[in-house]
């Protein structure tokens, strides 16, 4: 209601307008927001104003006034308004219109062009002409609606999409400034002018408490199988919320059947859980109410759900859930879709097995058990028996999620977030194993996950389920011998940089800054900036090592630079003089290019450095320049000797075609594998040459 103002001064009297105190009476009594689209009964959205008092009240000089969700300025829309609204009885405010569907509203008494949402916004009457924001004093009624920023107490829920009939009705007449609590939405609009026959009294006939729809269970809208049996249809169920996701994406929650959990299921019995897809939901519920849920049974990328704009209400008095324990996997699909998102708590030990979409999407791949998995062909032979093992690598696996949709590389939010679970103390590395501290839900977001029960942003999550460990080795380990051998791939370490060359693009970090090349002829850092970083982590680890010879992977060979002139050592010789300088002292030397080097050779190469004072070169390095190895870097072979004592050993440095690209043999071990085998098979017979 608009405030009222008192002032006093001394030998006058001012005297309140009783037009413009009769005014802050008018309450707004329907909205419909969905005008023209299709399966609408009117062609255009309106507002009902409704004036409770026995006077009639002028609109001169007042508006109807709408903003958007989350705007947080001025009025996106505004209405003057003129006429007055008879005493008792309504007014009738036209709004816009989404298309042509339906019939014209009832001679409306006023015609703006302000068009809302149907789904989601604030809509208020101001005093003022003016633009204004919602939460201005000029406000004499509001509306919040959907997920409105700035309703009366809570927004009230607009369930259904623009194709959903149906308006938010004042229930009963009240006015508690709380719209959640004052509008109620019908599946029947209904305009009234003016001209509309009016009560006796100035309240509002009640409207009749309808009769409350049949509660059907989560378990018959999960259903035994895959997907849900009631797929479209709009259904009532109730439970207690187990998971809460305001953030990340999600925009939801999930609910299981009160009572429920604690017993182990069986494939091909009917989960208790069910997400439900409402981003009032996600902001307005909490892990443990109560509620009840009004929405339509769909499929979601395989994930069971309530969506159409879900009608949900905080009630009270339901029993707890329970969650699950899982002794181990449910091995099939069948059996954790009994479990579908549902609350469950992971018991025994998991292993990471690849941590390759934590970068982007925050995920973590788990193995069931003390051991990550294996590519099936680095165990058995490809066919039938690579086939059997991939197929019990599936029974063993599953995802843990950060209940999040982000995709760290490209979602702006995300790039301002720390990653989930990661941190100096969690590195989270392969092979790591994890054990779960608290429950998780079961769901299928693209595959089968663990979901933690919010959103987990950083390490340090309260929502964080697993307890990690940093099992990394602080030291090397002792081998033995007189000479110690290490290979270490330097990933394009290039002197040459990427700003330097002509028409190189680069990516950037999160801030825009440039760091590496992007489709350049050089492939490392782009600025001086980047390669100090780069180059400072490479020396601190290989000097970090005891090896006597180190075997480089990526090495620029800076002669195969087309835009610069330097020899092929040159990146070589750099990396040398900076270990060296922060060893303090001649630590390594470097052996120099072959004589002959492969005319078409990739721009990056191996490479050998040693240290001088335990071990000598023997003769010249070598190049093997079989056509296998065309499209990948060529073995590079050099024979040392351990100073002063030792037989002559030979090192070979090779770096064969990636998996990432090329023919595909159908072997299921990756791409090129025709090129590899090609390549293996080159270098024994070449190294028994020697």
């Known amino acids: 209601m608009l405030a009222s103002a008192a002032c006093a001064v001394t030998g006058l009297v001012v005297l309140a307008s009783p037009a413009r105190a009769a005014v802050t009476d008018l309450v707004v009594n329907e909205f419909y927001g969905r005008g023209g689209s299709a399966s609408q009964p009117y062609t255009h959205k309106f507002v009902e104003l409704y004036n409770p008092t026995a006077t009639a009240v002028d609109l001169a000089g007042t508006s109807v006034q709408y903003r958007s969700a989350t705007g947080t300025g001025p009025a996106n829309g505004v209405g003057a308004l003129a006429g007055s609204v008879p005493a008792g009885g309504y007014f009738l405010v036209q709004l816009g219109s989404n298309g042509s569907t339906g019939a014209a509203l009832p001679n409306p008494d006023a015609t703006v062009t302000v068009n809302?949402?149907?789904?989601?916004?604030?809509?208020?009457?101001?005093?003022?002409?003016?633009?204004?924001?919602?939460?201005?004093d000029t406000v004499i009624d509001k509306l919040g609606y959907g997920t409105s920023n700035a309703p009366e107490g809570t927004a009230a829920p607009y369930p259904g999409s623009n194709t959903t009939p149906g308006s938010l009705n004042r229930t009963g007449g009240a006015d508690t400034d709380d719209n959640a609590a004052d509008f109620t939405f019908s599946s029947t609009a209904t305009p009234q002018n003016s001209g509309s026959a009016t009560p006796p009294s100035p309240t509002p006939t009640p409207t009749p408490t309808p009769t409350a729809a049949p509660i059907t269970p989560i378990a018959a809208i999960q259903g035994a199988g895959a997907s849900t049996p009631l797929a479209g249809q709009r259904v009532v169920t109730e439970g207690v919320v187990t998971a809460t996701y305001?953030?990340?994406?999600?925009?939801?929650?999930?609910?299981?059947?009160?009572?429920?959990?604690?017993?182990?299921?069986?494939?091909?019995?009917?989960?208790?859980?069910?997400?439900?897809?409402?981003?009032?939901?996600?902001?307005?519920?909490?892990?443990?109410?109560?509620?009840?849920?009004?929405?339509?049974?769909?499929?979601?990328?395989?994930?069971?759900?309530?969506?159409?704009?879900?009608?949900?209400?905080?009630?009270?008095?339901?029993?707890?859930?329970?969650?699950?324990?899982?002794?181990?996997?449910?091995?099939?699909?069948?059996?954790?879709?009994?479990y579908e998102g549902m609350l469950v708590l992971p018991e025994g030990p998991y292993t990471i097995t690849n941590n390759y979409a934590m970068n982007q999407y925050g995920q973590l791949g788990?193995?069931?058990?003390?051991?990550?998995?294996?590519?099936?062909?680095?165990?058995?032979?490809?066919?039938?028996?690579?086939?059997?093992?991939?197929?019990?690598?599936?029974?063993?696996?599953?995802?843990?999620?950060?209940?999040?949709?982000?995709?760290?590389?490209?979602?702006?939010?995300?790039?301002?977030?720390?990653?989930?679970?990661?941190?100096?103390?969690?590195?989270?590395?392969?092979?790591?194993?994890?054990?779960?501290?608290?429950?998780?839900i079961l769901d299928h977001r693209f595959q089968r996950n663990y979901q933690p029960t919010g959103h987990v942003v950083g390490a340090d999550s309260a929502f964080v389920p697993v307890a990690s460990e940093n099992d990394r080795e602080s030291t090397v380990a002792a081998v033995g011998g007189n000479v110690q051998l290490a290979s270490f791939n330097v990933l394009n370490y290039f002197t040459d940089l990427g700003r330097d060359e002509p028409g190189c693009a680069a990516y950037t970090d999160r801030m825009g800054t440039p760091v590496s090349t992007n489709n350049c002829e050089v492939r490392g850092a782009y600025t001086p900036e980047a390669f100090a970083a780069q180059q400072a982590k490479l020396v601190s680890a290989i000097n970090g090592t005891d090896a006597e010879v180190v075997a480089l992977m990526e090495v620029e060979n800076a002669a195969g630079i087309s835009w610069i002139d330097h020899p092929r050592d040159h990146a070589l010789a750099h990396l040398v003089d900076e270990l060296n300088a922060a060893a303090g002292r001649t630590r390594w030397a470097y052996a120099p290019s072959p004589v002959v080097t492969?005319?078409?050779?990739?721009?990056?190469?191996?490479?050998?450095?040693?240290?001088?004072?335990?071990?000598?070169?023997?003769?010249?390095?070598?190049?093997?320049?079989?056509?296998?190895?065309?499209?990948?870097?060529?073995?590079?072979?050099?024979?040392?000797?351990?100073?002063?004592?030792?037989?002559?050993?030979?090192?070979?440095?090779?770096?064969?075609?990636?998996?990432?690209?090329?023919?595909?043999?159908?072997?299921?071990?990756?791409?090129?594998?025709?090129?590899?085998?090609?390549?293996?098979?080159?270098?024994?017979?070449?190294?028994?040459?020697?």
């Open 116 to 136: 809302p949402s149907g789904t989601t916004g604030t809509i208020w009457l101001a005093s003022t002409t003016v633009a204004g924001t919602p939460d201005a």
């Open 366 to 440: 788990l193995a069931v058990g003390t051991e990550p998995l294996y590519q099936a062909t680095d165990v058995v032979l490809p066919g039938a028996d690579a086939a059997a093992y991939e197929a019990a690598n599936l029974t063993k696996y599953i995802t843990l999620d950060d209940g999040s949709s982000w995709n760290y590389l490209t979602n702006t939010a995300a790039k301002n977030s720390p990653l989930p679970y990661l941190s100096a103390g969690t590195p989270m590395r392969t092979a790591s194993q994890v054990t779960f501290t608290r429950p998780v």
């Open 598 to 690: 492969p005319f078409t050779e990739d721009v990056i190469r191996t490479a050998f450095i040693y240290d001088p004072a335990k071990v000598q070169l023997l003769g010249a390095s070598q190049i093997d320049l079989a056509d296998a190895f065309a499209n990948a870097r060529y073995p590079l072979a050099q024979k040392f000797k351990a100073t002063k004592t030792g037989n002559p050993l030979v090192v070979v440095a090779n770096h064969f075609k990636s998996k990432s690209s090329g023919d595909d043999d159908g072997t299921g071990q990756g791409l090129s594998n025709p090129s590899r085998v090609a390549q293996a098979t080159q270098l024994a017979a070449w190294v028994a040459e020697m």
């Open 246 to 338: 305001p953030t990340g994406g999600f925009a939801g929650i999930y609910v299981q059947t009160a009572g429920t959990g604690g017993a182990p299921k069986a494939a091909g019995t009917a989960s208790d859980g069910i997400f439900v897809y409402s981003s009032w939901a996600a902001a307005n519920t909490r892990i443990g109410d109560c509620v009840t849920v009004t929405g339509t049974a769909a499929e979601y990328n395989g994930l069971t759900q309530l969506s159409g704009n879900p009608y949900v209400t905080v009630t009270t008095g339901c029993v707890p859930v329970t969650p699950t324990r899982l002794a181990t996997l449910p091995a099939t699909d069948a059996e954790k879709e009994a």
